[in-house]
């Protein structure tokens, strides 16, 4: 499975972006989530948000309120729209896709390219 993220880009802080992430081949969900991680510099890559092929959604506590992740089935397609963005949320951002298991662990199996966002005035 390949995937494909986009959408990153220079905003301003409180703007807003809206991430996409496409799988080239077969379900985007491999094989019952999909998620989105960041990276910033100096820092280890964390779960920003997931979304299962049920209606599970999860979200870091940095991120809550102001992401929302959601799918669009018939694009094979996991966005990730992104609003009041702060210079903190300056990374690299990746899609994955894996297994959510039922004790609410994530278990990534591929892996998209990053995009970058960066949140500066």
């Known amino acids: 499975v390949q995937l494909q993220a986009s959408g990153g880009g220079l905003v301003q802080p409180g703007g807003s972006l809206r991430l996409s992430c496409v799988a080239s081949s077969g379900s985007i969900f491999n094989p019952n989530a999909v998620a989105w991680h960041r990276q910033a510099p100096g820092l280890q890559r964390e779960l920003v948000a997931r979304?299962?092929?049920?209606?599970?959604?999860a979200y870091a506590d940095s991120v809550k309120g102001r992401f929302t992740i959601s799918r669009d089935n018939a694009k094979n397609t996991v966005f990730l729209q992104m609003n009041n963005l702060k210079h903190e949320d300056t990374a690299v951002y990746y899609c994955s896709s894996g297994l959510a298991a039922p004790n609410g662990n994530y278990y990534p199996r591929y892996w998209g390219q990053g995009t970058l966002v960066t949140v500066s005035s």
């Open positions: 979304i299962t092929t049920g209606t599970s959604l």
